[in-house]
Structures are given as structure tokens and as C-alpha cells.
């Protein structure tokens, strides 16, 4: 999701009530919008995270910013990148012209001149100079793991270069990174676990609020470098699950969320038919079974095979993700259709999934397992069992499990389902304190974000360590490693062609991660107050209100009475 996010993708107690008291209309943020006539001020957004905590640090995944979205609203990037339309180069933001060498190993930047702080100073390049020095010198900030080497400013231009090729990740480097103060950030002694209760930002809204109720945020009575927003107030709750976020959606206490609605047609856009939509665009991003690698006998790539070789993807499909949410992965290179289908090595084109559980076992007999009755016995003779978890509130995830559950019975695997909360969950989960779980790939312009996100060796961190942005089962290949150094440094099609085509083989034989479905980055939103949002025919933005991006939507929004 960076997903549901955390981001996917991420998180304590705004609403850790059920559904009913999540809607309540006695919630100050409940959409009183109607009853204002032509008053059109505040907009209504809910994630269905559960509990979070009272942090707006931009860099923590588990901040109430990060797993809501609203740091992007008080934190700007250098540029806005559509991941909607991933091949396009971001467009200038803090950066009013962006500048890459041929070899992406350089970028120039030229910083706009009207540009302040929330507190009224004036942003500068010494501001950009000192965000991604600070993110340079300090491991725990640097999730995307980008190489850099020198950071400079020359007036209001800034100059970066990195070791390596930024030709993956140059969307990350200038629309992923939020841009922070300088006079702020330097007194901050730790930046990484700072919770910045009061946030100062060049972006449109302030925090006015943070509240066991809701969060609220202002629009900026004057500074701001782009016409003032139509939107007053943002108003953030974040509901218990994913039940209580779709009452409010359909009630119309909540205006726009990122949600999985089972039968979405009747459960919300029956409910007002002329407002109500759903707008769910996918990306280069998946979903899948994370397998802790460490474990045994689960770092025995024959038994993943195997696991991968029952999953039933097509019941996932309909009975887990409604058969629209996270649309079925069906070539075995986990790549989406669609926008996936360009980039299948020749060798796997046309070789799609398919339920086989009578291969699965003799695969696992011939490897030195046996199957005695219902248990599946490794070749040391003990029981295979696995422990699967996600949170409690992701419906769609844990139906999900129950069907994997269902699945690896069939060739002896006792699997256990565990509902820890979100922020225990990805804790655990960055930690390698699993033994599997369902969570999302990164996205990005290329296959390469989600190949990378599951077996990146620079990645890898020691079980215990804390590891960001992927490789959370811990897969060890030298090989994966090189091959993602290959595609991300590689000065033609034909060599990125090659590497990718490794990295399609290792994933293909050794299943380090199960794939199950692909990623979107719509929403579910409400045109009776607001219109002005991303569609199929204008594809503007993404529509997941945890995106960076969520604020090109923000601001494009205009009262639906206008």
C-alpha cells in the first residue's frame, strides 16, 4: 500500500472503539459538510488502521502522519511523481527544474524562491542540502537505501551525486523524501524517533489538532507558494477496521479513504449512487506471502516451491479481495498483467500458476519429506508448521490467510493464524519476528521495486535489526543481489533485459515471497462536497490518501456547488 501504509505500505488509539462509535456523528469529525448549505470547508478522510500513535515524524512508518497521510500535507517533495503513470518523470515541486545526467548518477536541482516554512522563514537550498545530508548520515532514515555521495548548494541550486545509478530510484529521491527545516531539524538529536508534536512544514496545512477523536489539520492562512487550497481542513480518523472506515464511507462520515470494501456495489456505492465512486488504477506493486527464510525448514527453497505450487490465487481473488481489490497474479514472474506483461523474460512467457497439490507433494517427496496422514514431516522427521499473521482489521488480508491456512493443509503444513495490532505486526514484521505474512511490495517505474523489495541482499538485516523498505524474510542470494545492481546500473534495454531475466529465475525457483495479487492506489471517495477527482479519464494523481501524491488531489478539489 507503500500501501496501506503505513505504506503499504503504516500506526495509538485515535478510534480503538468498533464501528459504531468510529461513525458517530458526536465524532468532531464526523461530515456535518451537508449541513452547512454552501458552506463547503472541511474534508473528511479515514484510514481503517486501528490505533495510532501521536507522531508526525515524516520519516517513521508507524507515525498517525505516515499511516494517514496528512505528512504529506504539512511536507512537500522536490518533485510529484504519478505512480498512476510511473513511467512519467515527476513533475517540479519544491524543485522548480530537475536536471539528471545521462548516467543518473547526477542530479541538479533548482529550488523555487517563494517557498516558507510554516513558521514563516524562508525555504532554501540549505534546507535541501541538510534533509538528505541528515538522511545521508543517518542509517535509520535512509529507508530507500540511496547511495549518496555529495551534497552541495550554490544559491538556490543544489547539486546531488550518488555512487550508483539512480535510474530506479530517482522517483524516490525527489518524490518519496519529504523536505524539512533546517532551523528546526538540527536542534532534533534524534531524528529517526523524534515524534515532532508540533510539525513545521513549507506544505498547505498545519496540525491543529491531534486528538484521541481525530486529527485536523488548517490550511495555511498565508505563505503558502500556490493559490490557497478550497479545502479549509482536513479532518483524519482512523478507524478500528476495515468494517467501521466502510460504514463511515457509505454513512458519509468519511469522504475518502483507502479501503477494501467487500461488495463494494452494494455495501457503499448503492448508498448514494450519484456521489459514491470507486477508482482503483494499478501499478508495478504486488502483494504476497513473505516467508521468513531463516526459519527451518522454510530456508529450504523446495518446501517455498512447494507452498507456492498449492496457493489457490483464484478463490483469493473472489472471496478475499472481491474480485477487484488486488487483482489475481497469474504469470509465475509475480508480475501484474497489464503492466507487468512487457517485462516477462522470455523464458516464463505464458507460464501462469496453476493449483497443483499432487506436484507439490511428490516435489517435497522427492526432497526428503514425508507426508504421514495430514502431517507433512521435514527429513529430520519433525512437523512442518508455520505461523501466518497480519493485522486484526485487514479483513481482506486475514481472509486471505484462512484460505493459505486451507491450502497448505492439503499437503500436511499446520498453519496458525495470528492478529497482531498494526504497529506490533510491522514491528515484528521489519524485525524478521515471523514466520510468514501477507504485505505489499514497493512500486515504482520498472519490476524492479518488487523484486527488490523481496530479495535484496543490501536490504538484509540481521534478525532483530529493524529493516525498512524490504527483504523481510531475510532471502540470501549473492546472485539476486548483483542481477538488481545489474538492471539499476545498466546503460542499455538489452543489459537491463538480461538482469531482469535472472531475477525472474530466482524468484521462479526459489520462491522467497509467494505472489497473490497486485497493487492498486485508488480509493473510495464521496462527489457530494467535493469534485475535482483523479479518474480513468483524468489519471492526474493516485487516489490513496497515504501517497505522496494525495496532495496533488488536495489541491485540485473544489466544493461541489462551485
Same mark, same amino acid.
Given at each position: ?14 478510534? &480503538? ?13 464526523? $461530515? ?17 488502521? /486501528? ?22 500535507? !504539512?511536507? %512537500? ?31 541538479? *536541482?533548482? !529550488? ?13 537550498? %540549505? ?16 529507508? =530507500? ?59 498547505? @496545512? ?21 493559490? &490557497? ?19 463511515? *464511507? ?17 455495501? =457503499? ?20 506471502? @513473505?516467508? $521468513? ?9 523446495? *518446501? ?16 478475499? %479481495? ?6 489475481? !497474479? ?16 522470455? %523464458? ?54 484462512? !484460505? ?46 518488487? @523484486? ?11 534478525? /532483530? ?20 545492481? &545489474? ?15 535472472? *531475477? ?15 497493487? $492498486?492506489? /485508488? ?40
Amino acid at each position: 500500500m507503500q500501501r496501506r501504509k503505513l505504506f503499504a505500505v503504516a500506526l495509538a488509539g485515535v478510534l &480503538a472503539g468498533g464501528g459504531l462509535t468510529a461513525c458517530s456523528s458526536d465524532s468532531p469529525n464526523a $461530515n456535518k459538510n451537508a449541513a452547512n448549505g454552501a458552506k463547503v470547508d472541511f474534508l473528511s478522510i479515514g484510514m481503517p488502521n /486501528g490505533t495510532v500513535t501521536e507522531n508526525n515524524n515524516p520519516f517513521v512508518n508507524t507515525a498517525a502522519g505516515t499511516s494517514l497521510g496528512y505528512r504529506w500535507m !504539512i511536507y %512537500e517533495p522536490l518533485g510529484m511523481w504519478n505512480n498512476v503513470k510511473p513511467s512519467d518523470p515527476p513533475a517540479p515541486w519544491l524543485a522548480s527544474k530537475i536536471t539528471w545526467s545521462p548516467d543518473w548518477k547526477t542530479v541538479d *536541482l533548482e !529550488i523555487r524562491t517563494d517557498a516558507t516554512w510554516s513558521d514563516g522563514q524562508k525555504l532554501t537550498a %540549505e534546507d535541501v542540502v541538510f534533509t538528505h545530508t541528515m538522511i545521508k548520515n543517518t542509517e535509520a532514515l535512509n529507508s =530507500f537505501a540511496i547511495p549518496y555521495d555529495s551534497i552541495t548548494a550554490d544559491g538556490n541550486n543544489v547539486k546531488m551525486t550518488f555512487k550508483t545509478s539512480q535510474f530506479t530510484t530517482h522517483h524516490k529521491v525527489i518524490s518519496q523524501t519529504p523536505i524539512v527545516p533546517k532551523h528546526i531539524w538540527e536542534k532534533i538529536a534524534e531524528p529517526a524517533t523524534d515524534p515532532i508534536k508540533e510539525p513545521v512544514g513549507s506544505g498547505p @496545512y498545519t496540525l491543529k489538532t491531534f486528538s484521541q477523536q481525530g486529527i485536523t489539520l488548517a490550511a495555511r492562512e498565508s505563505g503558502y507558494w500556490q493559490p &490557497a487550497p478550497a479545502v479549509k481542513e482536513l479532518r483524519y480518523t482512523s478507524y478500528a477496521d476495515n468494517n467501521a472506515q466502510t460504514t463511515a *464511507l457509505s454513512t458519509g462520515a468519511s469522504e475518502w479513504s483507502f479501503v477494501f470494501i467487500p461488495n463494494y456495489e452494494q455495501t =457503499f456505492i448503492s448508498k448514494d449512487p450519484q456521489n459514491y465512486k470507486i477508482w482503483a488504477p494499478g501499478v508495478l506493486g504486488i502483494h504476497g506471502l @513473505y516467508i $521468513n527464510t531463516t526459519q527451518k525448514p522454510f530456508d529450504d527453497p523446495k *518446501l517455498r516451491q512447494a507452498m507456492n505450487m498449492v496457493v489457490n490465487r483464484a478463490d483469493i481473488f473472489t472471496q478475499a %479481495e472481491a474480485g477487484y481489490f488486488h487483482p489475481e !497474479i497469474k504469470s509465475v514472474t509475480g508480475l501484474p498483467e497489464g503492466a507487468g506483461d512487457a517485462y516477462i523474460a522470455d %523464458e516464463f512467457k505464458g507460464k501462469t500458476f496453476t493449483v497443483d497439490v499432487e506436484g507439490a507433494k511428490k516435489l517435497l517427496t522427492d526432497s526428503g519429506y514425508k507426508l504421514e496422514g495430514t502431517t507433512l514431516k521435514d527429513p529430520s522427521g519433525k512437523a512442518v508448521t508455520i505461523k501466518l499473521s497480519d493485522p486484526a482489521p485487514w479483513s481482506d488480508y486475514q481472509t486471505t490467510l484462512e !484460505i493459505l491456512k486451507s491450502n497448505f493443509a492439503e499437503i500436511g503444513i499446520e498453519a496458525t493464524v495470528e492478529k497482531p495490532n498494526q504497529n506490533v505486526w510491522d514491528q515484528n514484521v521489519q524485525k524478521g519476528d515471523f514466520g510468514a505474512t501477507v504485505r505489499w511490495t514497493n512500486g515504482g517505474s520498472t519490476p524492479f521495486d518488487i @523484486y527488490q523489495t523481496v530479495m535484496d541482499g543490501d536490504l538484509k538485516k540481521p534478525i /532483530g535489526e529493524l529493516a525498512q523498505q524490504g527483504n523481510f524474510g531475510r532471502f540470501e542470494s549473492p546472485e539476486a543481489t548483483a542481477a538488481l545492481k &545489474a538492471y539499476s546500473n545498466a546503460s542499455d534495454d538489452a543489459a537491463r533485459k538480461t538482469a531482469l531475466a535472472t *531475477l525472474q529465475k530466482i524468484f521462479v525457483e526459489q520462491a522467497p515471497m509467494l505472489p497473490i495479487g497486485a497493487d $492498486n492506489v /485508488g480509493g473510495a471517495y464521496s462527489t457530494k462536497n467535493w469534485v475535482g477527482w483523479p479518474s480513468d479519464a483524468d489519471p492526474y494523481a493516485p487516489l490513496q490518501p497515504t501517497q505522496a501524491g494525495a496532495l496533488a488531489v488536495v489541491l485540485k478539489l473544489k466544493p461541489a456547488n462551485s
